[in-house]
C-alpha cells in the first residue's frame, strides 16, 4: 500500500495502519459532496438586455451546465415566486470538491453569470447514519451515495442540534432517534437525503426532503415538532420549498423571456 501524506512524522505502526485503512476504505466506499446552490439575478439583467440577448443568455448558461454533467450531477429547481431571496437552486453532487469551484467560475463567465448573486450555498457530504443502520433495509454502504427520488418538490434547509446532545449517550439518543424515525415512516410520500456538514461548513447537516405533495411534508414537520428529539433543535432554517423544471424553463422564467 502507498504511503499518504500525514501532518504527523511520528506515527505509530498502529496509527499509520489506522490511517492507510481509512485512506482505503475512502478508495473502496468514495464518499460524495454536495452544494445546495441557491442564485438570485439582479433586475438589472432584464431592463438592461434586450429579450434576444436573454434568450441567448438562457443557452448560454444551458450549455454550461449541460457540459458539467459530463463530469457529476446537477438537478434544477425553481424558487421563484416562492422565496423573494433567490429565483432557483442547483443540486450539485460530485466526488471531487473541486468540480463546484469550476462549475461555478464557469457560470460566472457567462451573460447572465454576471447578473446572478448566491445568497445561499450549503456544502455537505454523504456518509452512514448510526441511527438508520438497523432500520435501513439497503446496504449501510449506500448511505455514501445520493440516489435522487425524483420528486416534484425537495424542501431544503440546513440543520444544527445543540450540544447537549452530542453528550447524551449512544443509547439515550438512539432512543430520541426511533420516535424520530418512526414518525417519518409514516409519511411513504416524502423521502429523507441527509448529508453532513460538520468541518465544512455552518451547520451540522444539510437535510432534502423530497415529495410529490407538499401537504405530506407539512405534516411530516408538525409531527416532528412533538418529538423529544426536537428538543434538541437549535436551528432548521431557512427553509426553501423548490420545485423540479425543465432548465432551459427555468431560465426562461428568470429571463423574463417565453420558454422554447
Not at 408538525?222 to 425543465?246: G, H, N, V, W
Request: aromatic fraction near 14%; glycine fraction near 4%.
Amino acid at each position: 500500500m502507498t504511503t499518504m501524506q500525514t501532518y504527523r512524522p511520528d506515527l505509530a505502526s498502529d496509527e499509520r495502519e489506522a490511517f492507510d485503512k481509512r485512506r482505503q476504505d475512502d478508495k473502496d466506499k468514495p464518499r460524495q459532496f454536495v452544494n445546495f446552490a441557491f442564485y438570485k439575478v439582479d433586475p438589472l439583467y432584464r431592463r438592461e438586455l434586450t429579450e434576444t440577448q436573454r434568450e441567448e443568455a438562457v443557452e448560454e448558461f444551458a450549455r454550461v451546465v449541460e457540459g458539467a454533467r459530463q463530469s457529476f450531477l446537477i438537478y434544477p429547481y425553481t424558487t421563484l415566486g416562492v422565496r423573494k431571496e433567490t429565483d432557483f437552486l442547483l443540486w450539485r453532487i460530485s466526488y471531487n470538491l473541486e468540480d463546484f469551484e469550476q462549475h461555478t467560475a464557469a457560470l460566472l463567465r457567462t451573460t447572465l453569470g454576471k447578473y446572478i448573486e448566491t445568497p445561499y450555498s450549503f456544502l455537505s457530504m454523504t456518509g452512514a447514519s448510526i441511527y438508520v443502520a438497523e432500520d435501513a433495509e439497503e446496504n449501510p454502504d449506500a448511505r455514501n451515495k445520493i440516489v435522487i427520488g425524483g420528486g416534484k418538490f425537495v424542501f431544503v434547509y440546513p440543520f444544527v442540534k445543540v450540544r447537549p446532545w452530542y453528550v447524551l449517550s449512544a443509547e439515550d439518543r438512539m432512543k430520541a432517534m426511533r420516535e424520530h424515525i418512526r414518525v417519518g415512516h409514516k409519511y411513504p410520500s416524502v423521502k429523507l437525503n441527509t448529508t453532513y456538514s460538520f468541518g465544512l461548513d455552518d451547520q451540522d447537516f444539510v437535510v432534502a426532503f423530497e415529495s410529490d405533495y407538499p401537504q405530506d411534508f407539512l405534516d411530516l414537520v408538525k409531527e416532528l415538532r412533538e418529538t423529544d428529539a426536537s428538543t434538541y433543535t437549535e436551528r432548521d432554517t431557512p427553509i426553501f420549498t423548490c420545485m423540479q423544471q425543465d432548465l432551459r424553463t427555468l431560465l426562461s422564467h428568470v429571463s423574463g423571456v417565453a420558454p422554447k
